[in-house]
């Protein structure tokens, strides 16, 4: 069916204008209103004939209308005060033929009604922000002070106490040692004794970037640098921490095309985003951490010389478990605490047995191996004290074989009391084993291990998560 174009009445235009949103007024060149709609009117508390012809200034408060139909340039979403509202107002020149004749400008509040549901709305969002701003704040504060770093020996003691000396220095630090021996609480702790704690502390795990983004989440990104960018750019990471500390863990993980920009982000102390013209000032501090060894790698031309020297001006080597065994029974303790805590229990205690066993063990897995192992035993715990049962097979050894040799079958017995694991536990067990096992073999580089392994690098890296190696 086919219609013809025809003019619109009068009446249907301002039926169309007052069922619009937006509330218009029109003037001339002069600023003098030419038009403008009832409920505009209504919403500034005057009436249209009292409004038409009048100077657009002594009938909306705040206005800009009159400049705008002079100059002939366009202003929008500018914020109007108006009638103890604040109001989005846009206001475009009138052009017919190649010449300016006046203005038409519109406000997006048409009552007062809408206004307090706009309100509502907007505070509702300011509100969910600041959650999430406030949030955001905290996830990049420091979580940890030295008095979180547990251990009397005096191996521990010397580690602690030289870190606490350089903390209050801006040179770069390296933490090396095993996984799991607590490398990032030493690197909050430092953080937070420093003259830096009241900025940001972001932490950067190498290893979990891919290769091909390192560059933007390091140093960001400019507006359209890249199919799929985040309209308006990126910060990165760099720049969020500026006048903070930057601690780059599993940095021997870096690509060396990554190791080349964070070595001059570092000489001259400024960033360039990807897709950008110009450099960004950035004053940190580097923390960064390894279980690899970084000299080797530098023999192998897998990591850049002159990067690890400008990383390692204080190391600091943070002892393993098994080269501080007198801090195990005390260390035990105080993790049951935090775990008894975790799952509302208290009064926790461990057999003789089971400290025998703790002290046995070579403790791969360091301080995180122990936790792991202790909250296992809760989760297993019908009583107040940690038995030899409740540990892990390869925790138990010959007592273990003892017992299950030496325990009856009968029916009197049970099953129950036999030190028996659920079949996926135990799989699960067995894999983190040797994926420890691995680790242990290739100096902590998963990417070894996992050839090893026979997995890819993604499946490794999801392994490790998931049991927390």
């Given at each position: 069916m086919h219609y013809e174009m025809k003019r619109l009445s009068r009446s249907w235009l301002g039926e169309i204008i007052s069922l619009a949103i937006e509330r218009i007024v029109v003037v001339d060149t002069e600023g003098f209103i030419l038009y403008i709609d009832d409920a505009y009117c209504q919403f500034i508390g005057t009436r249209v004939e009292d409004a038409i012809g009048k100077p657009v200034q002594e009938v909306i408060e705040n206005t800009r209308m009159h400049i705008v139909a002079r100059t002939g340039k366009k202003e929008l979403e500018d914020i109007q005060p108006i009638n103890g509202s604040v109001m989005i107002a846009n206001r475009y020149p009138l052009i017919i033929e190649g010449e300016l004749v006046g203005a038409m400008g519109t406000v997006i509040f048409p009552n007062p009604e809408n206004l307090l549901r706009f309100n509502t709305k907007i505070q509702n969002l300011v509100e969910e922000l600041n959650f999430y701003k406030t949030k955001a704040v905290k996830e990049l504060e420091s979580k940890y002070s030295f008095d979180d770093l547990i251990g009397n020996s005096s191996t521990f003691q010397n580690v602690k106490d030289f870190?606490?000396?350089?903390?209050?220095?801006?040179?770069?630090?390296?933490?090396?040692?095993?996984?799991?021996?607590?490398?990032?609480?030493?690197?909050?702790?430092?953080?937070?004794?420093?003259?830096?704690?009241?900025?940001?502390?972001?932490?950067?795990?190498?290893?979990?970037?891919?290769?091909?983004?390192?560059?933007?989440?390091?140093?960001?990104?400019?507006?359209?640098?890249?199919?799929?960018?985040?309209?308006?750019?990126?910060?990165?990471?760099?720049?969020?921490?500026?006048?903070?500390?930057?601690?780059?863990?599993?940095?021997?993980?870096?690509?060396?095309?990554?190791?080349?920009?964070?070595?001059?982000?570092?000489?001259?102390?400024?960033?360039?985003?990807?897709?950008?013209?110009?450099?960004?000032?950035?004053?940190?501090?580097?923390?960064?951490?390894?279980?690899?060894?970084?000299?080797?790698?530098?023999?192998?031309?897998?990591?850049?010389?002159?990067?690890?020297?400008?990383?390692?001006?204080?190391?600091?080597?943070?002892?393993?478990?098994?080269?501080?065994?007198?801090?195990?029974?005390?260390?035990?303790?105080?993790?049951?605490?935090?775990?008894?805590s975790k799952f509302y229990r208290s009064g926790i205690e461990l057999s003789p047995e089971v400290l025998d066993a703790f002290q046995k063990h070579t403790w791969p897995g360091n301080v995180r191996e122990l936790e792991n192992v202790l909250e296992r035993a809760i989760n297993l715990l019908d009583g107040d004290v940690i038995q030899s049962i409740h540990l892990p097979w390869y925790l138990r050894g010959e007592e273990a074989v003892t017992r299950v040799q030496g325990d009856s079958y009968s029916e009197d017995s049970g099953l129950s009391s036999l030190p028996v694991q659920p079949l996926k536990e135990r799989l699960c067990q067995v894999e983190k084993e040797a994926i420890q096992d691995a680790l242990i073999f290739t100096n902590g580089n998963k990417v070894e291990a996992a050839k090893l392994l026979g997995i890819g690098k993604t499946r490794m890296y999801e392994k490790c998560k998931l049991y927390e190696i």
């Open positions: 870190a606490k000396r350089i903390s209050v220095s801006d040179s770069s630090v390296l933490l090396t040692g095993e996984s799991g021996t607590g490398k990032e609480l030493f690197a909050h702790a430092i953080h937070k004794s420093s003259l830096r704690s009241k900025f940001q502390f972001v932490p950067i795990n190498c290893s979990a970037i891919p290769k091909e983004l390192f560059e933007s989440e390091l140093f960001g990104y400019v507006a359209g640098a890249f199919t799929g960018s985040q309209k308006g750019g990126k910060k990165g990471l760099f720049e969020v921490a500026t006048n903070g500390t930057v601690f780059l863990d599993e940095i021997g993980e870096m690509p060396l095309s990554m190791q080349t920009k964070l070595l001059r982000a570092l000489q001259e102390k400024e960033i360039m985003p990807v897709g950008g013209q110009k450099t960004i000032p950035v004053d940190v501090r580097v923390i960064a951490a390894t279980n690899r060894d970084l000299e080797k790698m530098v023999e192998e031309e897998t990591f850049r010389q002159d990067l690890y020297y400008r990383l390692n001006v204080i190391n600091i080597d943070i002892p393993s478990l098994r080269e501080r065994k007198e801090d195990i029974e005390f260390l035990s303790f105080e993790l049951l605490n935090k775990l008894g």
